[in-house]
């Protein structure tokens, strides 16, 4: 078997101003890993461990139970035709209901489905050797048309409607969705004190379904001591040692915890009316339990990169010409951002179906290839740059 992978660039007026092909080398062990899963058939007992494209540790499995109307589930592996940008994909198991009158329902939960952008054919800004461990590209560009941010601001918030406060003596924060990609480089929180609590923790994780190991990306701490009292609270920052990126549509915890328990968060919460993961007035965050409803107040401060567009990514053009087979995957990148964006990395990701437990469907997407661009290319404002792969085999 082998691949090519080919770049056309094309400017305003459509005209081709660039186009080159390279041979592939670089499907990592991810690729593997699927293969091996979808052949060795290997049940949820006995789940294999990756790292998707977050860095975090996911458990995979082709579970596939027989028995009872919720238990017909439709698994993706390899996924890689997407919809363009925001355009949702269900990654994780899209089952049946478990009443025979409702069986053709589907309902789409946390962790089922991902941003199009997240699936199939990616660029990105790196020229970090390539190793068969790349897990993402080392510097993805996001979906899009914002210029960069190169200053840490203000990237998303939850600042108002706080009506209680939660103690940190065990560990509590937000299950957040980010809306768009960005580097976080600190997280302020609404915090008071009683007593002397020492050092408060806070921790940036992935991980969703009841059984995984959470991956931590980021911790920080601050002095709990110098905190106010008596309810006044402060927003107090925590700084991370280094910038953790956050993708769109991808499922994090920020949750902090102060042993002695003489810490409080400030929070909204409201048991009558839901305000969970999917509520209308702040759908990106939630209660890391699920359970109460709860709104976690937070500020994060970072960092993002120039935008380009993603458009849909297609899987087309098998044709089998004796001695050789070969088909497409090819994906077009718009730039409307206002300046010119380099490409130097290029890599395909793919969905795949996580370990059935915790929440219902859950899925992800894992990196199967990741080639340096080289020599790089530099895609004005308003140019066009289309990614082909050719995967082929010669019998």
Same mark, same amino acid.
């Given at each position: 078997?082998?691949?090519? /992978? ?22 990592? $062990? ?47 592996? /390899?996924?890689?035709?997407?919809? &363009?940008?925001?355009?949702?994909? *269900? ?16 309902? %789409? ?6 941003? @199009? ?26 979906? &899009?048309?914002? %210029?960069?941010?190169?200053? %840490? ?19 509590? @924060? #937000? ?17 008071? $004190? ?19 190991? +959470? =991956? *931590? ?8 001591? #110098? ?17 953790? #990126? ?17 810490? +409080? ?20 965050? @939630? ?23 993603? @458009? ?10 004796? %001695? ?17 964006? =380099? ?5 395909? +990701? ?37 990614? =082909? ?5 010669? *019998?």
């Amino acid at each position: 078997m082998k691949t090519f /992978l080919t770049l056309t660039k094309t400017d305003k007026e459509g005209r081709i101003t660039e186009a080159r092909r390279q041979s592939v080398r670089s499907f990592t $062990r991810n690729l593997m890993e699927l293969l091996y899963i979808a052949h060795a058939r290997i049940q949820s007992a006995a789940p294999r461990t990756v790292y998707d494209i977050t860095g975090g540790i996911r458990n995979i499995d082709v579970q596939s139970p027989s028995s009872g109307y919720g238990y017909r589930r439709l698994k993706p592996n /390899l996924l890689a035709a997407s919809p &363009g940008g925001k355009a949702q994909v *269900v990654v994780g198991q899209a089952y049946q209901s478990t009443t025979a009158d409702a069986v053709f329902v589907m309902d %789409p939960q946390v962790g089922m489905v991902m941003p @199009g952008e997240l699936i199939g054919i990616q660029i990105g800004s790196s020229n970090a050797p390539v190793t068969p461990t790349d897990y993402r590209l080392a510097g993805r560009i996001p979906h &899009g048309r914002r %210029p960069p941010v190169s200053i %840490p601001s203000r990237q998303d918030a939850s600042l108002t409607d706080d009506n209680d406060q939660q103690s940190l003596g065990n560990w509590y @924060g #937000t299950f957040y969705y980010p809306r768009h990609q960005f580097e976080v480089t600190s997280i302020k929180l609404p915090l008071y $004190r009683s007593g002397s609590p020492g050092l408060v923790t806070l921790e940036v994780k992935t991980g969703i379904a009841a059984n995984e190991t +959470y =991956t *931590v990306l980021g911790t920080a701490t601050t002095d709990g001591n #110098t905190l106010p009292t008596s309810g006044t609270y402060e927003w107090r920052e925590f700084i991370l040692p280094g910038p953790v #990126t956050l993708l769109p549509g991808v499922p994090y915890y920020i949750w902090c915890r102060q042993a002695a328990n003489y810490v +409080y968060l400030r929070r909204h919460y409201l048991t009558s009316t839901p305000r969970g993961y999917f509520n209308l007035k702040r759908s990106r965050f @939630g209660d890391t339990s699920g359970s109460d409803y709860v709104t976690t107040l937070i500020d994060l401060y970072g960092t993002s990169p120039r935008e380009i567009e993603y @458009g849909g990514c297609d899987i087309s053009g098998l044709t089998a010409t004796n %001695p050789t087979a070969e088909f497409e995957i090819r994906r077009l990148f718009t730039n409307r951002s206002g300046g010119e964006i =380099t490409v130097r990395e290029c890599g395909i +990701y793919v969905a795949f179906p996580d370990t059935f437990s915790g929440f219902t469907g859950a899925g992800g997407a894992l990196c199967i290839c990741r080639d340096v661009i080289d020599p790089e290319v530099v895609v004005e404002d308003g140019e066009v740059l289309a990614m =082909t792969y050719t995967p082929q085999i010669t *019998v």
